[in-house]
């Protein structure tokens, strides 16, 4: 399966708003809810937003 998303990239430059794009994705792939950033860490992170136009998807058949 894929995913092909089409849309506006935009750069996330407040620590506020990295906390926040970081946050989800960390839920995403852990099983935690809080989590915490040190300043340093954060600025020099780059956190990017894709704000979705279009979004496409494929399912491939397996052969049995």
């Known amino acids: 399966s894929s995913v092909v998303g089409y849309g506006h990239i935009s750069i996330i430059e407040d620590p506020e708003g990295k906390i926040e794009?970081?946050?989800r994705i960390m839920c995403h792939y852990s099983e935690g809810t809080t989590f915490s950033f040190r300043p340093e860490v954060?600025?020099?992170t780059t956190v990017l937003c894709l704000e979705i136009s279009e979004l496409?998807?494929?399912r491939f058949k397996t052969k049995q």
């Open 42 to 44: 954060l600025a020099r």
């Open 21 to 23: 794009g970081l946050t």
């Open 56 to 58: 496409k998807g494929k």
